[in-house]
């Protein structure tokens, strides 16, 4: 009853258009009135305690932290040292996609950003040398949503803060993961291109490489700093977030000189307007992960999956085809919100690491990303690129289909996670 009252609330309130944070909200109201018990300061107590989270801290500072580093000159330098070590290959601006996206992973952990960056850099470039459009915009969507499977990674802060479990495991059990995916679409770009017609560039010489090298070092420090330092013990997630702004600002202003101080008001007022469209839906999901739990919405949950229980892996895949079905028409960071309180209880009762689960669900929600019809990053290749849905569509299937083949992996292979955390931890 209390599941049914929750979901048909949400969905219908976001059916009349309402936005995620209020459609949230209004689901907490109706299993208070289901329950007999409304009460508006329970509302308001919960909306101020979702967002007074020192975890939570973290999300603003890597926004911020990304924006720094695209205004700093740090992006471009990242796809020169790519184009250095690859740009020769034929096909080689796929494979500087896969490398970027990966490097850009361990800078920003959003994929949106990552997107938007790469894109605009290097689809230019790739329609110029006769790659197709829509496949170019696939290959960089496929590798942005890498971003938030590689630490630092906004969406595995909001999953810790929401489920309890700690974000310093999740960012180290998401770094195979992560690689898994590159490699996924290493292997398929090369396939792809065989048929790739267009001059070859000429191959760069020692001294350009090292040259690339030299002035992308203080990019590439960013992420062994981030997870060096918080494997280390020596800070948290969020004090890692706050070093990376620290970095990114040192890196700029000082050591590249592209980033000015009249340009910083215009990266703040950015960062503030993303970070709070986040932060209010994260409290707003408070209001209903707490009415969840007093609802008992996860225990109606475990009953409905009670035969499952003693079966962890056909649990994983019902569970993962949800969340699968969940990711076409619910963006990221509120499915995440919504979901994880109530699954959490499940899955644990299951037996199931919850880190491992975590990262799967993580990657499960970035595909949807790049599926229709409310795929962010798909919009954003789309906007960037000036190209259709459907033809982005047609262009990025070969990517979607082998991260959807690393999720079933993962799913049916808990190993490929739990073994690379043990290290890492």
Same mark, same amino acid.
């Given at each position: 009853?209390?599941?049914?009252?929750?979901?048909?609330?949400?969905?219908?309130?976001?059916?009349?258009?309402?936005?995620?944070?209020?459609?949230?909200?209004?689901?907490?109201?109706?299993?208070?009135?289901?329950?007999?018990?409304?009460?508006?300061?329970?509302?308001?107590?919960?909306?101020?305690?979702?967002?007074?989270?020192?975890?939570?801290?973290?999300?603003?500072?890597?926004?911020?932290?990304?924006?720094?580093?695209?205004?700093?000159?740090?992006?471009?330098?990242?796809?020169?040292?790519?184009?250095?070590?690859?740009?020769?290959?034929?096909?080689?601006?796929?494979?500087?996609?896969?490398?970027?996206?990966?490097?850009?992973?361990?800078?920003?952990?959003?994929?949106?950003?990552?997107?938007?960056?790469?894109?605009?850099?290097?689809?230019?470039?790739?329609?110029?040398?006769?790659?197709?459009? $829509?496949?170019?915009?696939?290959?960089?969507?496929?590798?942005?949503?890498?971003?938030?499977?590689?630490?630092?990674?906004?969406?595995?802060?909001?999953?810790?803060?929401?489920?309890?479990?700690?974000?310093?495991?999740?960012?180290?059990?998401?770094?195979?993961?992560?690689?898994?995916?590159?490699?996924?679409?290493?292997?398929? =770009?090369?396939?792809?291109?065989?048929?790739?017609?267009?001059?070859?560039?000429?191959?760069?010489?020692?001294?350009?490489?090292?040259?690339?090298?030299?002035?992308?070092?203080?990019?590439?420090?960013?992420?062994?700093?981030?997870? $060096? $330092?918080?494997?280390?013990?020596?800070?948290?997630?969020?004090?890692?977030?706050?070093?990376?702004?620290?970095?990114?600002?040192?890196?700029?202003?000082?050591?590249?000189?592209?980033?000015?101080?009249?340009?910083?008001?215009?990266?703040?007022?950015?960062?503030?307007?993303?970070?709070?469209?986040?932060?209010? /839906?994260?409290?707003?999901?408070?209001?209903?992960? =707490?009415?969840?739990?007093?609802?008992?919405?996860?225990?109606?949950?475990?009953?409905?999956?009670?035969?499952?229980?003693?079966?962890?892996?056909?649990?994983?895949?019902?569970?993962?085809?949800?969340?699968?079905?969940?990711?076409?028409?619910?963006?990221?960071?509120?499915?995440?919100?919504?979901?994880?309180?109530?699954?959490?209880?499940?899955?644990?009762?299951?037996?199931?690491?919850?880190?491992?689960?975590?990262?799967?669900?993580?990657?499960?929600?970035?595909?949807?990303?790049?599926?229709?019809?409310?795929?962010?990053?798909?919009?954003?290749?789309?906007?960037?690129?000036?190209?259709?849905?459907?033809?982005?569509?047609?262009?990025?299937?070969?990517?979607?289909? /082998?991260?959807?083949?690393?999720?079933?992996?993962?799913?049916?292979?808990?190993?490929?996670?739990?073994?690379?955390?043990? =290290?890492?931890?």
């Amino acid at each position: 009853m209390a599941l049914g009252v929750f979901l048909g609330s949400l969905f219908g309130a976001l059916a009349l258009g309402v936005p995620i944070a209020f459609a949230l909200i209004v689901s907490g109201i109706a299993l208070m009135v289901m329950m007999g018990s409304f009460d508006s300061q329970i509302i308001a107590q919960n909306l101020i305690n979702g967002a007074n989270n020192f975890a939570l801290m973290a999300i603003p500072f890597f926004i911020l932290a990304g924006e720094l580093m695209n205004a700093g000159g740090i992006s471009k330098r990242v796809v020169s040292f790519a184009m250095s070590l690859v740009g020769h290959i034929r096909g080689g601006l796929g494979y500087v996609a896969i490398i970027a996206g990966v490097l850009f992973a361990g800078l920003s952990g959003s994929a949106v950003a990552d997107t938007a960056a790469l894109g605009a850099i290097l689809i230019p470039m790739m329609v110029s040398r006769g790659y197709d459009k $829509g496949r170019s915009t696939g290959i960089i969507a496929a590798a942005g949503i890498i971003a938030p499977v590689i630490p630092p990674s906004i969406p595995m802060i909001i999953f810790g803060v929401v489920s309890g479990v700690s974000i310093t495991k999740l960012f180290m059990g998401g770094i195979v993961p992560g690689i898994l995916m590159a490699v996924g679409l290493l292997v398929v =770009w090369s396939f792809i291109a065989r048929n790739d017609t267009s001059e070859l560039p000429k191959r760069k010489t020692l001294k350009e490489v090292w040259q690339a090298t030299k002035q992308t070092s203080w990019a590439l420090m960013l992420p062994v700093i981030i997870i $060096g $330092g918080i494997r280390g013990g020596i800070f948290t997630p969020t004090e890692a977030s706050v070093v990376a702004v620290f970095y990114a600002l040192f890196v700029g202003i000082v050591i590249y000189r592209e980033l000015k101080i009249g340009q910083l008001h215009e990266v703040l007022v950015t960062s503030a307007k993303t970070t709070s469209v986040v932060m209010f /839906v994260a409290a707003a999901a408070m209001v209903s992960a =707490w009415l969840i739990t007093v609802a008992q919405v996860p225990r109606d949950m475990a009953n409905m999956l009670g035969p499952l229980i003693d079966q962890p892996t056909m649990l994983m895949l019902l569970i993962t085809l949800l969340i699968l079905a969940i990711g076409l028409v619910m963006d990221l960071t509120p499915a995440i919100l919504i979901f994880t309180p109530v699954l959490i209880p499940v899955v644990e009762m299951a037996g199931i690491d919850p880190v491992y689960f975590g990262i799967v669900m993580i990657i499960n929600l970035c595909i949807g990303l790049i599926t229709p019809p409310v795929g962010t990053v798909l919009y954003v290749g789309c906007g960037i690129s000036k190209i259709g849905i459907l033809e982005l569509t047609r262009g990025i299937w070969p990517f979607l289909l /082998v991260h959807i083949i690393i999720l079933v992996l993962l799913v049916l292979f808990p190993v490929l996670v739990t073994v690379p955390l043990g =290290w890492f931890t």
